[in-house]
């Protein structure tokens, strides 16, 4: 009863104070009270891009991890003392450096002065030191991207406390510009475990551009990137942009969604189709990737030395089938690559390939492995009782190079050669097998670990940049193998082993400068198709598809594609 009258009378008198002021009653709660007064973080402006993987490893100075995603990242994360422009022009890179130029012509010197501010990630400046690491590696390590270049340099002076750079050249060289692309940060990789053929296999230890990786996670397919706070130029005007692994089927219906801004991957007939099924909203285009798919048949070891043997397994090759099968009807199949040197997409190429080289010649390869001392025996062709035999190998499972050595694997074999096909790890295959020591008369020599020499190589070539570098790397000896009289075993020059000492002089003029490009190619051309060492296919290409939702997207250079525009991309737009 004393409780009932209680709250009875504090009731009242929560009724004279109610009336007593002008404050009208707090309303009723129904809902849960929040636990912060404060307002939640807005979520970070982001893009999203499809991809066909996002797998590494990342080092766009190795053969072996030339990659679309390997491409985008390294134009995010690391500087470059010059960068493409849209028409293909070589501009400095003022975000990185004060200037660079030739301030001697005898002996051919470039000074480089790098911004005072610019630094890694990690606070350590980018500095003359990081020029050198990468001089080293590209001169001295196997499976180097285009090393013909920093084959000339011979030697590096710092000054400024390393902020300037003095290279100098053995020999002029009008291309100078593509070198020091991408530098890495040398302080943290020079002693890394398991050194140079290691670095970037899994992730960047330190950043120079104007993102930074936030997640790299392979099984779930996805990397994200953030914008670099310790980045001393512009900043990104995104928050993030994500990375993200799908299939054809996957980019196209992650485009119409919207939950994808665009996507860049390498397709077939099909994924294209079903990209052009998304109409006008989506916006397509081809990038060609600077990478051509080629068969390279060494004159290293074994049976292919012979000039003959070589000619004749080449006159053996469907190389319409292999086109097909590696194209299989996407942007690639109208980028065949009919000339040695200059790809489809660059400026000046005219096919060169000689008449009827695209189909097989079987009464050709008759004739020439018979003046090879070869019989056919039962099917299968023979000299001194043994089969004529030959290891096919692909870098692992990465297409479409798996699916063009099965290809050649199958026509060689209907032939009569016998073959063996493997698939080493690309690093292994680049770094490893294809540069097992080789003496001057084309002999083979054990690197002692009893690996399998490689008759035959379906990989990338590389053909970005100046065209006279791409001729001297993929054609030409080291520096001084031309001329060398002794059976010395070196390394070979080149994954396709070719060190014509007939061809250098020409090689080494077009490098130079002080013969043309045009010269050269006039000449070297059909003595390159005669060798029967280098069987370019085509240029491998990417589709670009630009949906919904971002602004300051293009599809940038020939061969570099668009993410060097990256810091002024935009969420917004159509």
Not at 105 to 130: K, L
Not at 500 to 522: F, H, N, R, Y
Not at 525 to 542: C, R
Request: proline fraction near 8%; include cysteine; glycine fraction near 10%.
């Amino acid at each position: 009863m004393r409780t009932g009258k209680a709250a009875a009378l504090i009731a009242l008198l929560a009724a004279v104070l109610a009336a007593c002021t002008s404050t009208p009653p707090a309303p009723i709660v129904t809902s849960p009270v929040a636990q912060s007064t404060t307002s939640a973080a807005p979520s970070p402006s982001q893009i999203v891009i499809g991809m066909d993987d996002i797998v590494g490893g990342y080092n766009p100075h190795n053969l072996a991890d030339q990659s679309t995603i390997t491409t985008a990242l390294s134009q995010l994360l690391l500087p470059s003392v010059f960068r493409q422009s849209d028409d293909g022009q070589y501009q400095l890179d003022t975000t990185l450096m004060r200037s660079a130029q030739v301030t001697s012509q005898e002996p051919f010197t470039v000074t480089y002065e790098i911004r005072q501010d610019a630094s890694w990630s990690d606070g350590a400046p980018i500095a003359v030191e990081d020029f050198v690491y990468l001089a080293d590696a590209m001169r001295d390590q196997p499976g180097v991207v285009e090393p013909a270049g920093y084959r000339l340099i011979s030697n590096i002076q710092p000054g400024e406390g390393g902020k300037k750079v003095e290279v100098t050249f053995s020999q002029p060289y009008p291309g100078w510009r593509t070198l020091f692309s991408d530098l890495l940060p040398q302080h943290l990789l020079k002693d890394a475990p398991g050194g140079w053929q290691s670095a970037l296999q899994g992730s960047f230890p330190a950043y120079g551009g104007p993102f930074s990786i936030k997640q790299l996670d392979n099984a779930r397919g996805e990397i994200i990137l953030e914008r670099n706070e310790r980045y001393w130029d512009k900043p990104a005007a995104v928050d993030q942009i994500v990375l993200r692994r799908s299939d054809q089927a996957g980019l196209a219906t992650a485009l119409r969604s919207g939950n994808d801004q665009f996507a860049m991957s390498r397709t077939d007939s099909v994924g294209l189709q079903q990209l052009q099924a998304l109409g006008p909203s989506v916006q397509l285009s081809t990038v060609a990737s600077p990478r051509v798919a080629s068969v390279l048949l060494r004159p290293a070891n074994g049976a292919l030395v012979d000039n003959d043997v070589r000619a004749g397994v080449a006159a053996l090759i469907d190389r319409n089938k292999l086109i097909d099968e590696g194209t299989g009807g996407g942007p690639s199949a109208g980028l065949r690559a009919d000339a040695q040197v200059l790809p489809p997409s660059e400026n000046g190429y005219a096919a060169t390939i000689p008449a009827n080289a695209s189909t097989p010649d079987p009464a050709a390869a008759e004739a020439l492995l018979k003046s090879a001392g070869y019989t056919k025996d039962a099917g299968t062709w023979r000299k001194d009782g043994k089969p004529l035999t030959l290891v096919i190998a692909s870098p692992g499972t990465q297409e479409p190079y798996a699916s063009i050595a099965k290809e050649l694997s199958t026509e060689l074999t209907a032939a009569g050669v016998q073959v063996s096909v493997i698939n080493p790890q690309p690093r292994d295959l680049f770094s490893n097998l294809l540069a097992m020591p080789v003496a001057k008369n084309g002999q083979a020599t054990t690197d002692g670990s009893g690996s399998v020499g490689v008759d035959i190589a379906v990989l990338p070539t590389a053909v970005g940049g100046d065209p006279a570098t791409v001729l001297a790397s993929t054609f030409g000896c080291r520096p001084g193998q031309a001329t060398t009289s002794t059976n010395t075993a070196v390394v070979p020059a080149n994954p396709a082993a070719v060190c014509d000492a007939e061809l250098q002089p020409t090689i080494d003029a077009v490098l130079a400068g002080t013969k043309t490009l045009a010269e050269g190619l006039s000449e070297l051309e059909p003595k390159l198709w005669a060798l029967h060492t280098v069987l370019p296919l085509f240029q491998l290409a990417d589709t670009l598809a630009i949906g919904s939702g971002i602004s300051g997207l293009t599809p940038g250079p020939s061969m570099v594609g668009p993410f060097g525009s990256a810091v002024n991309w935009t969420r917004g737009g159509k």
